[in-house]
Nanobody, 123 residues
């Protein structure tokens, strides 16, 4: 069964950190660009970051640049999103998604999605 599974979400105080993981099963992740998206309550889903198949190219939403880092370990079939200096406005359900070869900020161009993991930033 082809699937993506996110983990690593939780509750932290402002300024804290979380490391999200996106593990693939049933298909080799190395052929796919991986994007992270997030959706806050009552808001549309937003693109956050993307990493190329080899990991040599990354892109970030302006509001997370310098705080979030996306990386991948193709041998482990896993992509990570390290989130530092978290702010309350980062609170959302975070989803990873796979797209053949190239990155995109458009969710409609991704063909595989995980179920999401909740990240809550609150004092």
């Amino acid at each position: 069964q082809l699937q993506l599974v996110e983990s690593g979400g939780g509750s932290v105080q402002p300024g804290g950190s979380l490391r999200l993981s996106c593990a693939a099963s049933g298909f080799p992740l190395r052929y796919y660009a991986i994007g992270w998206f997030r959706q806050a309550p009552g808001k549309d889903r937003d693109w956050v970051s993307c990493i190329s198949t080899s990991g040599d190219r990354t892109n970030y939403l302006d509001s997370v640049k310098g705080r979030f880092t996306i990386s991948r370990d193709n041998a482990k079939n896993t992509v990570y999103l390290q989130m530092n200096s978290l702010k309350p406005e980062d609170t959302a359900v975070y989803y990873c998604a796979a797209r053949s070869i190239y990155c995109s900020s458009l969710g409609s161009e991704y063909t595989k999605w995980g179920q999401g993991t909740q990240a809550t930033v609150s004092s």
